[in-house]
Nanobody
Framework: QLQASGGGLVQAGGSLRLSCTAS????????MRWFRQAPGTQRELVAA???????THADSVKGRFTISRDNARNTVYLQMNNLRPEDTGVYYC??????????????WGQGTQVTVSS
């Protein structure tokens, strides 16, 4: 129900854009979020956008990453600029009622790998 794409291998300082497409009913009724998980770490919230377009970004990515949503395409994007090696991880798309808390009813995409080389 959530299909993520756009990951890959990039050098430090480079850019990637992640995309996540959801079914219409899921997309229109939920906040959309990107999480990431590096090996040996817990999954962390990277950015979120409400149904009305309010956004929030983790301090570690502020000024470098931008989340946006295209309601006509049922797609959420994560534009990642000036990537750093510490941004490496699996990035997961999520749809849920809350921008900040994970709930059992949330929907998850399959994850897309982002690797930043130094």
């Amino acid at each position: 129900q959530l299909q993520a794409s756009g990951g890959g291998l990039v050098q430090a300082g480079g850019s990637l854009r992640l995309s996540c497409t959801a079914s219409g009913s899921i997309f229109s009724g939920n906040a959309m979020r990107w999480f990431r998980q590096a090996p040996g770490t817990q999954r962390e919230l990277v950015a979120a956008i409400s149904t009305g377009g309010t956004t929030t970004h983790a301090d570690s990515v502020k000024g470098r990453f931008t989340i946006s949503r295209d309601n006509a395409r049922n797609t959420v994007y994560l534009q990642m600029n000036n990537l750093r090696p510490e941004d490496t991880g699996v990035y997961y798309c999520n749809a849920g009622l809350s921008m900040f808390t994970v709930q059992r009813r949330d929907y998850w995409g399959q994850g897309t790998q982002v690797t930043v080389s130094s």
